[in-house]
């Protein structure tokens, strides 16, 4: 394997395992802070990959059409690193803000 792609899935599982801890962290917080906060997170989280994925949709379109290049679509390994940091820092984010 390439360097890269093993410093991309550790970093992947750095991240999902300090999702899982702050989410199990929440359940000391009460059902409907607990409620707020991921669906808030969840939430910002889809908002940023919804303009994501449309930024990507246009930056094909427009190498499509005025340079007929053809793009090979998104790298699923750096996508999910993105998309899970940003459920991360919003995860910590909106615990500060909403718990104790």
Do not use: C, N, Q
């Given at each position: 394997m390439d360097?890269?792609?093993?410093?991309?899935?550790a970093?992947?599982?750095?991240?999902?395992?300090?999702?899982?801890?702050?989410?199990?962290?929440l359940t000391k917080l009460g059902?409907?802070?607990?409620t707020l906060i991921k669906m808030k997170a969840q939430s910002f989280s889809f908002i940023v990959v919804f303009?994501?994925?449309l930024i990507?949709?246009?930056?094909?379109a427009y190498m499509a059409l005025d340079k007929g290049d053809l793009d090979y679509?998104?790298?699923?390994?750096?996508?999910l690193f993105t998309v899970s940091l940003i459920y991360l820092v919003t995860l910590r984010t909106f615990k500060?803000?909403?718990g104790d």
């Open positions: 360097w890269i792609v093993v410093l991309f899935i970093m992947l599982s750095l991240f999902g395992m300090a999702i899982i801890l702050t989410l199990i962290s059902d409907e802070r607990k303009f994501m994925i990507h949709i246009a930056r094909s679509g998104i790298t699923p390994l750096p996508f500060k803000k909403y």
